[in-house]
């Protein structure tokens, strides 16, 4: 009988089930993530992360992210933010500038330190895509929401009742405008000028939050005058800061990650 060692992170709520691929190589990623994900049989997760040792030299590391159903996720904005705090407290680097190789490019992470430990992490969205004719077919848009991609698809709703994405969530990741599915946000506009979001992931269903779904929120509110460019999103597990840069267009995310526990399972 294998055992993996295996640490319990999460980003404002997000969690997800971290293994250093460099010890603990991993089979069946997919099969794997959905059995640990099971919050009644399992570790409890919304998916499981594999940090690895990048295959390029442009990057320091890499990271593949499966969701709770087992499909493969682009990228993650709350798992990159948990991976470069796991990465310098666990000793596997020292530096405070990472970047880290996903699917949908490579993330630079930028370590804001506090006591020696990591407090808040940078994260370098790249730009945003508002048109994207493989996945979003017009001819079928839903219609009452903005389209953006930050490395995988959302779909933004800006409305009164942030409660419907627990019933209109769903049907909107299966529309026929998303052949490959979307990550759904529904947001409410604060007094305070702050993003209220709820979010249906593709593939995980209800999450505390979403990282890449808190940058797509702040450019959809920028991109329809709710918003400036710089917006706090809060989201069901806390609140994050996000800058749409007009340097460079890049979209900034700086938020929390947090280690929950470590442990060991049997394969």
Not at 3 to 11: A, D, E, P, S, V
Not at 20 to 27: V, W
Not at 70 to 78: D, F, K, P
Request: net charge negative; glycine share 10%; aromatic share 8%.
């Amino acid at each position: 009988m294998t055992k993996i060692q295996f640490t319990k992170m999460h980003g404002c709520g997000n969690d997800y089930i971290y293994v250093d691929t460099s010890r603990f190589p991993i089979a069946e990623p997919e099969r794997l993530s959905m059995l640990w994900s099971d919050r009644h049989k399992g570790i409890g997760s919304d998916g499981l992360v594999l940090i690895e040792r990048s295959p390029v030299p442009e990057a320091d590391f890499a990271m593949r992210i499966f969701n709770a159903d087992g499909s493969e996720a682009m990228m993650c904005g709350n798992a990159s933010r948990c991976i470069g705090k796991y990465l310098y407290e666990r000793g596997l680097t020292d530096k405070t500038t990472i970047r880290l190789l996903t699917l949908s490019g490579i993330k630079v992470l930028r370590l804001h330190l506090h006591g020696g430990k990591v407090a808040t992490v940078t994260v370098d969205m790249l730009e945003p895509v508002l048109d994207n004719p493989r996945q979003f077919d017009k001819a079928a848009d839903p219609g009452i929401g903005t389209f953006v991609s930050m490395g995988n698809p959302h779909y933004v709703v800006f409305t009164d009742d942030i409660g419907k994405v627990a019933t209109e969530g769903p049907l909107l990741e299966y529309h026929a405008a998303f052949p490959e599915r979307c990550n759904i946000e529904f947001v409410q506009v604060a007094r305070d000028g702050s993003l209220r979001t709820r979010v249906w992931e593709r593939g995980s269903g209800i999450t505390q939050a979403c990282g890449t779904g808190a940058c797509a929120t702040a450019v959809a509110a920028a991109l329809t005058g709710r918003s400036p460019r710089c917006a706090e999103v809060v989201m069901d597990g806390g609140r994050l800061s996000i800058e749409w840069s007009q340097a460079d267009n890049h979209v900034y995310m700086t938020g929390p990650a947090e280690f929950v526990f470590d442990g060991e399972i049997e394969l």
